[in-house]
């Protein structure tokens, strides 16, 4: 079983709908969870950090439910501009440092 | 403010040539400093991580190594690239939670 697992998608949404990702990761013990935006052929930007109360950053809502260990984006309202690929990231404690598990990303495909 | 760099942004080389790529960072001391490999189509792979100078530790074997001459440089070389090691290169820093890439170096390897 991978590490993080995310659908590859493409999600293709008309501008406006309301589109949701979700991840599941492995390792129960892991504390900190992430959404990172790739670009084509660009680099990976944090997205916003998710918390355990869920937390909510404009059109973009985060949600962790750690008993079942899985993380959701929620964006509403989409944007042509959010086409992007979608990364969840969950950390994972490895020698005594703290290193960051990267899924493969989910396609997202906003069109007119 | 933080800032990194990395160079080249592209790069072509044939296979069993020498490789190295820079990367630095501004703004910060101290840094958690990462290399990763995306290949196409393909998830992040963390390949060396060092939380200090001269301190690195590589997670999957390889004919790639990692160097940390400074405390905002860090360098990533190989002696002979194989067509495996296209890719794209990207080098990051944390300081704390979440991580910050550079702009990515695009390795094509003929």
């Known amino acids: 079983r991978k590490e993080v697992e995310q659908d590859p998608g493409p999600f293709n949404v008309p501008e406006g709908a309301t589109v949701a990702f979700n991840c599941t990761y492995s390792n129960s013990a892991s504390q900190s969870f992430f959404w990172y935006r790739q670009d084509c052929r660009k680099e990976p930007k944090l997205l916003m950090s998710v918390y355990s109360s869920g937390n909510e950053d404009g059109r973009f809502t985060a949600q962790l439910n750690r008993a079942s260990q899985y993380i959701s984006l929620l964006i509403r309202d989409s944007k042509l501009s959010d086409s992007a690929t979608y990364l969840c990231?969950?950390?994972?404690?490895?020698?005594?440092?703290?290193?960051?598990?990267f899924g493969a990303g989910t396609r997202l495909a906003v069109h007119p | 403010s933080q800032t990194i760099h990395q160079w080249p942004a592209t790069l072509v080389q044939p296979v069993g040539s020498p490789l190295s790529l820079e990367c630095t960072v501004e703004?910060?001391?101290?840094?958690?400093l990462y290399w990763y490999r995306q290949a196409a189509g393909r998830g992040l792979q963390l390949l060396f991580y060092s939380v200090g100078i001269g301190q690195i530790s590589s997670e999957v074997p390889q004919n790639l190594s990692a160097s940390r001459p400074q405390d905002r440089q860090f360098i990533l070389s190989s002696k002979k690239l194989l067509l495996s090691d296209s890719g794209f290169y990207l080098c990051?820093?944390?300081?704390?939670?979440?991580?910050?890439f550079g702009p990515g170096t695009r390795l094509t390897v003929l």
């Open positions: 990231v969950v950390n994972m404690k490895s020698g005594g440092y703290n290193k960051l598990i």
């Open positions: 703004g910060t001391s101290n840094p958690n």
């Open positions: 990051a820093w944390s300081v704390g939670q979440g991580e910050f």
